[in-house]
C-alpha cells in the first residue's frame, strides 16, 4: 500500500515568506503527485496536479517539484489567504488514492 | 461552470441507512472517476472508493470495503454513497470529488447519533 508522509505538520510563518512543505512516498510513484489546499469550512481544492503542474486558477506563486518518492510544495511569498491545510495525494495505482496526512500553514 | 452539488446534510441514528447524493454538471459525467473522500471532525482526508459512470465499475480502499456501496446513474449525471447500517463512528463530512479531483462537492455533513 502506498504511504505517503508529510513535513513539517505545522508551519508557523509570516506574511511574506516562503513555505516549503514535503510529501515522501513509500515506494516511487513516478510523477503522479497532487497537492490540496483545504481551508477552514471549505472543500479542498486542487493546487499541483502532476507534482509540478498548477491546476487552473492557481497563482504562479505555487510551485510544485519532484519525482519518485519525494515532492515539494513550495509558495514563494505567501498571502492571507494561503494560510490554510496543504494534503498530498499519490495517484500511482489510479483510480486508487491516498492522500498524506496534512500540513498546517499559519501565522506566525 | 463545472461543478459537483451533493444533497444536504442527514442526521441518523445507529443502525440506520442513509444514501447521500451528487449531480455533476458542465463537463461529460461519463469521462472520468468520480471519488468519496471521508474527512472526520478535525482530521484528514480519507479515499472511500470511486465509480467510472460509463460502466459503473467501481473501487473501494480497503477500509471501506464491505462497509459501503458506491454507485453511479449515467441518466441524471448522479453518483451516490449508501450504508446500510450507520455506526456513530460514520460521522463525518463526505466529499464528492469528479474531474479527476478537480471539482470538488461542498460536502455533506453526516451525524449518526442515538
Known amino acids: 500500500e502506498d504511504v505517503l508522509t508529510q513535513s513539517p505538520a505545522t508551519l508557523s510563518l509570516s506574511p511574506g515568506e516562503r513555505a516549503t512543505i514535503s510529501c515522501r512516498a513509500s515506494?516511487?510513484?513516478?510523477?503522479?503527485l497532487a497537492w490540496f489546499q483545504q481551508k477552514p469550512g471549505q472543500a479542498p481544492r486542487l493546487v499541483i496536479r502532476?507534482?509540478?503542474s498548477r491546476a487552473s486558477g492557481i497563482p504562479d506563486r505555487f510551485s510544485g517539484s519532484g519525482s519518485g518518492t519525494d515532492f515539494t510544495l513550495t509558495i514563494s511569498s505567501l498571502e492571507p489567504e494561503d494560510f490554510a491545510v496543504y494534503f498530498c495525494?499519490?495517484?500511482?495505482?489510479?483510480?486508487?488514492?491516498?492522500f498524506g496526512p496534512g500540513t498546517r500553514v499559519d501565522i506566525k | 461552470e463545472m461543478q459537483v452539488v451533493q444533497s444536504g446534510a442527514d442526521v441518523r441514528k445507529p443502525g440506520e441507512s442513509l444514501k447521500i447524493s451528487c449531480e455533476a454538471s458542465?463537463?461529460?459525467?461519463?469521462?472520468?472517476?468520480i471519488a468519496w473522500v471521508r474527512q472526520m471532525p478535525g482530521k484528514g482526508l480519507e479515499w472511500m472508493g470511486s465509480?467510472?459512470?460509463?460502466?459503473?465499475?467501481?473501487r473501494y480502499s480497503p477500509s471501506f470495503q464491505g462497509q459501503v456501496i458506491i454507485s453511479a446513474d449515467k441518466s441524471t449525471n448522479t453518483a451516490y454513497l449508501q450504508w446500510s447500517n450507520l455506526k456513530a463512528s460514520d460521522t463525518a463530512m463526505y466529499y464528492c470529488?469528479?474531474?479527476?479531483?478537480?471539482?470538488w462537492g461542498q460536502g455533506t455533513k453526516v451525524t449518526v447519533s442515538s
Open positions: 515506494q516511487s510513484i513516478a510523477t503522479y
Open positions: 502532476d507534482a509540478s
Open positions: 465509480v467510472y459512470p460509463a460502466d459503473s465499475d467501481t
Open positions: 458542465g463537463y461529460i459525467f461519463t469521462d472520468y472517476w
Open positions: 470529488v469528479g474531474r479527476a479531483f478537480d471539482v
Open positions: 495525494q499519490q495517484r500511482n495505482n489510479w483510480p486508487r488514492v491516498t
